[in-house]
């Protein structure tokens, strides 16, 4: 337990990315586009967000855990919104 291996990680979240992708495929291709789109800035909002605040406050909390999950929804449902 504990911390995740990068290469896991990375691992998940394209797996996250070509389940979203070939969720979207259903409305077609720019569909698919922008459904992954959405997971890859979402997760990259929140990797932003986790730095800074490992940075800033030397570890994270539940806090943070619960800002990086509103932070990665909010920045889903604006790339959807605006697409």
Same mark, same amino acid.
Request: charged share 10%.
């Given at each position: 337990a504990g911390v995740v291996?990068?290469? !896991?990680?990375? %691992?998940?979240? +394209?797996?996250?990315? $070509? +389940? +979203? +992708?070939?969720?979207?495929? %259903?409305? $077609?291709?720019? $569909?698919? @586009? !922008?459904?992954? @789109?959405?997971?890859?800035?979402a997760v990259g909002a929140a990797e932003l967000l986790l730095r800074h605040c490992v940075r800033r406050f030397g570890g994270v909390t539940g806090d943070v855990f619960g800002g990086l999950a509103e932070t990665a929804a909010t920045t889903a449902l604006v790339v959807l919104a605006l697409g």
């Open positions: 291996p990068r290469g !896991r990680a990375l %691992l998940v979240a +394209a797996a996250v990315t $070509g +389940a +979203a +992708a070939g969720a979207g495929a %259903l409305l $077609g291709p720019y $569909g698919m @586009a !922008r459904t992954a @789109a959405c997971v890859v800035l």
